[in-house]
């Protein structure tokens, strides 16, 4: 059964050449970033040497044309340490990016460091890279991705013919594995606002949207939302992003009175943004600028709201919704294709 959507959309080729820095030697010791890796007190060997590096492991998502900024990509490496001390381990760079550690060992035996990724990656595709201490050195493998592409600076644009195709992973034959939504290019108003009509195939399904100073709204057109033991039946606005607030920033939309089991109730809306400016990686684009948002449906019977279903979604700048996953009933529905007008 499909999942219904109420806010429907949603870099071993090495290039040879090192970023302008001079190619040096492993007994050098001197990397990218002004490392030294024969200097300091300590002494010692990386796991691996002389080839593929020990237990390595890249961590972070690696995105053409991306500034590695934070302290969220980096390289883990092992080393066996005889003697505890100071110690700098590195690599020169590679493909724009090169990771550098400086720091001191307290201890002998077999540690592992997290290296800092630096630089901004130039080409996607799989390279391979060096990285050295004290004479010894070991190779490992930093994939890049590809950057999907942006249009505008919308996080739900609703420019006309728009499209977004996703995968839907709860489908069961012979519902189709994917659906896709479009900008019709017409308008619809609601109570005195107008709203850009949306269409989601092969099941049709409408949805109306608007944007005022980034703040992006939802009208339900008499939407019914599948319960657990029943449906209920909404109309009425309410905000689904916020693309010029902080993270942990929390709102409600109105209260939608309801007949739910064929009781009187009332549901709402609890949305909260969770990240903003984050990369995501989907299939093999990298989606820069991303606002994740988590959305609790609460319903009540009587004055207290129970959480009936919780999920997040991910809005990227320029694209749309990107990823819509469940967390009471899981699902994940990624965007396989899109094109923004």
């Given at each position: 059964?499909?999942?219904q ?5 949603f870099?071993?080729?090495?290039t040879?050449?090192y970023s302008?820095?001079?190619e040096v ?5 001197v ?5 030294n890796?024969?200097s300091?007190t300590s002494?010692?060997s990386?796991?691996?040497?002389p080839?593929a ?13 991306l500034?590695l ?5 980096f390289l883990?490496?092992q080393?066996t ?5 100071t110690y ?7 493909n724009g ?6 720091g001191?060992f307290t201890?002998?035996g ?5 290296l ?6 130039s080409?996607p595709?799989?390279f391979?890279?060096?990285?050295k ?12 991705f590809?950057q ?14 728009s ?8 489908a069961i ?8 939504t479009t900008?019709?290019?017409?308008t ?8 850009a ?5 092969p099941?049709i399904?409408?949805?109306?949207y608007?944007k005022?100073?980034g703040?992006?709204?939802e ?5 019914t939302?599948?319960l657990p033991g029943?449906?209920a039946?909404?109309?009425?606005e309410y905000i689904?992003?916020k693309?010029n ?16 089991m ?12 969770l990240?903003?400016?984050s990369t995501k990686?989907i ?10 948002v988590k959305?609790?449906i609460?319903a009540?019977?009587g ?5 009936i279903?919780v ?11 990107i ?5 009471t009933?899981?699902y994940?529905?990624?965007v ?6």
């Amino acid at each position: 059964m499909m999942k219904q959507f109420l806010s429907i959309i949603f870099v071993l080729a090495i290039t040879g050449l090192y970023s302008c820095q001079k190619e040096v030697s492993v007994e050098g010791g001197v990397v990218t970033g002004g490392g030294n890796t024969n200097s300091g007190t300590s002494a010692g060997s990386l796991g691996g040497t002389p080839g593929a590096c020990a237990s390595a492991l890249v961590t972070g998502v690696f995105g053409q044309g991306l500034p590695l900024t934070d302290s969220t990509n980096f390289l883990t490496v092992q080393v066996t340490i005889t003697t505890p001390g100071t110690y700098t381990i590195g690599t020169d760079t590679v493909n724009g990016v090169y990771f550098l550690k400086s720091g001191t060992f307290t201890d002998s035996g077999i540690q592992f460091v997290n290296l800092r990724a630096y630089g901004t990656p130039s080409n996607p595709g799989l390279f391979t890279n060096t990285v050295k201490y004290k004479g010894t050195s070991c190779s490992f493998e930093v994939e890049v991705f590809a950057q999907a592409i942006t249009n505008g600076p919308d996080y739900f644009p609703t420019t006309a013919a728009s499209n977004w195709t996703y995968n839907n992973d709860l489908a069961i034959p012979p519902v189709p594995d994917t659906f896709r939504t479009t900008s019709t290019g017409t308008t619809k108003d609601f109570a005195g606002n107008t709203y850009a009509a949306f269409v989601t195939t092969p099941v049709i399904d409408s949805a109306f949207y608007r944007k005022a100073s980034g703040i992006y709204y939802e009208y339900f057109d008499g939407l019914t939302f599948p319960l657990p033991g029943g449906n209920a039946t909404i109309s009425g606005e309410y905000i689904f992003l916020k693309d010029n607030v902080a993270v942990n920033t929390e709102w409600e939309s109105p209260e939608f009175p309801v007949t739910y089991m064929g009781v009187a109730a009332k549901i709402k809306l609890k949305l909260t943004i969770l990240e903003k400016n984050s990369t995501k990686l989907i299939g093999n684009k990298v989606y820069a600028n991303v606002i994740v948002v988590k959305r609790d449906i609460q319903a009540a019977v009587g004055p207290t709201y129970q959480s009936i279903d919780v999920s997040e979604r991910w809005y990227a700048k320029g694209i749309g919704l990107i990823n819509d996953n469940g967390t009471t009933q899981p699902y994940t529905n990624d965007v396989i294709s899109y094109k923004v007008f």
